[in-house]
């Protein structure tokens, strides 16, 4: 089964620097990947989607963006954050029917 | 694109009662519905899924029931305890590592 690596697992950033969190998945290739923020409290929001090497569907505008360089690396950026990017940033894949998360990164900024 | 509404938001219930969490569904070409478990800081964790070919699948004190011709299906938890207290999403999904759709989340508390 697929096995999901997220880092930083912890992260505080001022207001205005910017991100790159990292994603990568062991035992598939290929796979559909997604990047997922989730407000304290709230529910899961879907950013970004990717069926492929290049490939990035983006759910909702904002100032962050995704890549994906290799078939199974997924990275979430931002040139600028706003207080309102704070939340617990989850990478996710596909299997045949279920998604499977990665254990998530805390991202605080202040 | 699919749509799923789930209800209610927050739902309190004393240990050992039942909990009882609802969605709907928008897309009829869904047919993998799935329940996920998020305690506090960790990440969603699958706990029960039923497919469409099934109106009903129960593991031990959770059940889900489907109804496709309403397009919704529910989680039943019996007997709660303590350790049931997290947050619930349900979900819906065509199947064939296609993109899963979620809930807005349940956050079930069970007061001991």
């Known amino acids: 089964s697929q096995t999901i690596h997220q880092w930083p697992a912890t992260l505080v950033q001022p207001v205005g620097s910017p991100l790159s969190l990292e994603c990568t998945v062991e035992?598939?290739?290929?796979?559909?990947l997604y990047w997922y923020r989730q407000a304290a409290g709230r529910g899961l929001q879907l950013l970004f989607y990717?069926?492929?090497?290049?490939?990035i569907s983006s759910e909702v505008p904002q100032n962050l963006s995704a890549s994906r360089p290799q078939d199974r690396q997924f990275i979430l950026s931002s040139k600028k954050l706003l207080l309102s990017d704070s939340g617990f940033y989850l990478c996710?894949?596909?299997?045949?029917?279920?998604?499977?998360f990665g254990p998530g990164t805390r991202l605080t900024v202040t | 694109g699919e749509n799923v509404e789930q209800h209610p938001s927050t739902l309190s219930v004393q240990e050992g009662d039942s909990a009882v969490i609802k969605c709907t569904y928008s897309?009829?070409?869904?047919?993998?519905f799935p329940w996920y478990k998020q305690e506090l800081g960790k990440r969603p964790q699958l706990i029960i899924d039923?497919?469409?070919?099934?109106g009903e699948k129960k593991d031990q004190r959770i059940a889900v029931t489907l109804n496709k011709t309403a397009k919704h299906f529910s989680l039943h938890i019996t007997e709660t305890q303590p350790e049931d207290s997290a947050v619930y999403f349900c979900?819906?999904?065509?199947?064939?590592?296609?993109?899963?759709?979620f809930g807005i989340g349940t956050k079930l508390q069970v007061i001991p």
């Open positions: 035992g598939t290739s290929n796979p559909n």
């Open positions: 897309d009829s070409a869904s047919n993998y």
């Open positions: 039923i497919r469409s070919n099934v």
């Open positions: 990717s069926v492929g090497i290049g490939q």
């Open positions: 996710a894949c596909t299997g045949p029917y279920e998604q499977y």
């Open positions: 979900a819906a999904s065509t199947g064939g590592y296609q993109k899963v759709t």
